[in-house]
């Protein structure tokens, strides 16, 4: 008999809240006739439980439905994958099987080799960095601001290639606080370091609050926008932001204000792509802030908003950071080569 190597996915390991979370539904989804398997996966299947976490249930179902997911906010936020038996490729890496009695979850995840799955997620990230701090050498000639908004942007990418080359997963929200987990585990604090000065560190921190305060105030501005649009899955599906905010947001300024800050500038960037997507472009023009001036409404507030935060740098600083970017982005390429994710298990 050979034994599998991943590890199910126990319930009751979890806080009340999120255990009660997912016992409720996956009872709900036990009883469904088109679900074949269930599983768990991010901070709660990796033991990394924070006050912010949400719940992510990635879900096997019969047939060729393509995959589709769906937020929700209850007493935890609750997010849900749904695959097909075709689609199995695209459920996340670090998904642990908690119901699967026909073994189809289980097989899919022993079938894929960690090394390789790093290694093709860092080809990808290093390619996307490289062409993004392309378009900000683009914009900086003409509009410093719009070559900070693609740094800022890339630095989502560049925290990723180490916390990666670490052998560690990816998280969205806690970019930086795991960026310091990886960063410790390779012992390169000087990545650290560079990092915090991209985001504009201390000073940024010192106005976390009132990054916080934009986000809120931008959300509600804009989330209703996307309605019957293109537009970011969470502002489609949910009523408003409110709860979102408070659930995902509000706990990051709370236990991280790195991550906060991070997370901020991230996400200015990420709902004005979707902005000028509605908008007819095939993608975020280079010099960011040329084209937003045909905005109006609740678009041309956002992108205001993100104007304001923007400047929270000076315009003298950006071609410095520019240059750091491009250097972590190098350093990124050699952890690349060396692979230490083979030694860091």
């Known amino acids: 008999m050979v034994l599998s190597n ?7 390991k979890l806080p009340s809240l999120w255990r009660g979370a997912l016992e409720r539904e996956l009872r709900k989804l036990k009883a469904r006739s088109d679900v074949i398997a269930v599983g768990v996966c991010g901070s709660c299947a990796q033991d990394d439980i924070w006050p912010g976490s949400d719940l992510d249930i990635e879900v096997v179902v019969k047939g060729d439905r393509p995959k589709e997911i769906f937020t929700t906010e209850q007493e935890v936020s609750v997010d849900y994958g749904y695959f097909g038996e075709n689609q199995l490729s695209e459920i996340p890496y670090d998904t642990r099987p908690v119901h699967d009695p026909s073994g189809i979850l289980t097989r899919e995840l022993e079938s894929r080799v960690r090394d390789e799955v790093v290694r093709k997620a860092l080809d990808a990230i290093l390619d996307r960095s490289q062409k993004v701090l392309g378009w900000a050498q683009t914009a900086l000639a003409e509009d410093p601001y719009s070559a900070l908004a693609w740094i800022t942007s890339a630095s989502q990418w560049l925290a ?8 560690l997963n990816w998280t969205h929200r806690r970019v930086v606080s795991r960026l310091e987990k990886a960063t410790t585990r390779l012992h390169r604090d000087d990545i650290l370091q560079d990092y915090g000065k991209l985001m504009g560190f201390p000073r940024t921190l010192e106005r976390a609050g009132e990054l916080l305060s934009d986000l809120q105030l931008g959300y509600r501005e804009i989330w209703s926008y996307f309605k019957g649009k293109s537009g970011p899955v969470y502002m489609v599906q949910q009523p408003d932001s409110e709860l979102w905010f408070k659930n995902r947001i509000v706990p990051l300024y709370e236990y991280d ?8 500038y991230s996400e200015f960037r990420f709902i004005l792509a979707f902005i000028f997507n509605v ?41 410095g950071l520019l240059v750091l970017a491009k250097d972590l982005l190098e350093e990124g390429k050699a952890l690349a080569v060396d692979e230490p994710w083979t030694q860091n298990r």
């Open 6 to 12: 991943i590890r199910r996915f126990e319930p009751t």
């Open 279 to 319: 908008a007819g472009y095939e993608r975020t023009p280079d010099v960011v802030f040329r084209d937003t001036t045909r905005f109006e409404g609740p678009p041309a507030k956002w992108a205001d908003r993100y104007r304001k935060i923007l400047h929270y740098f000076s315009a003298d600083e950006v071609p």
């Open 160 to 167: 990723e290639i180490f916390t990666l080359s670490a052998g």
């Open 257 to 264: 204000r790195r991550d906060l800050v991070n997370l901020v």
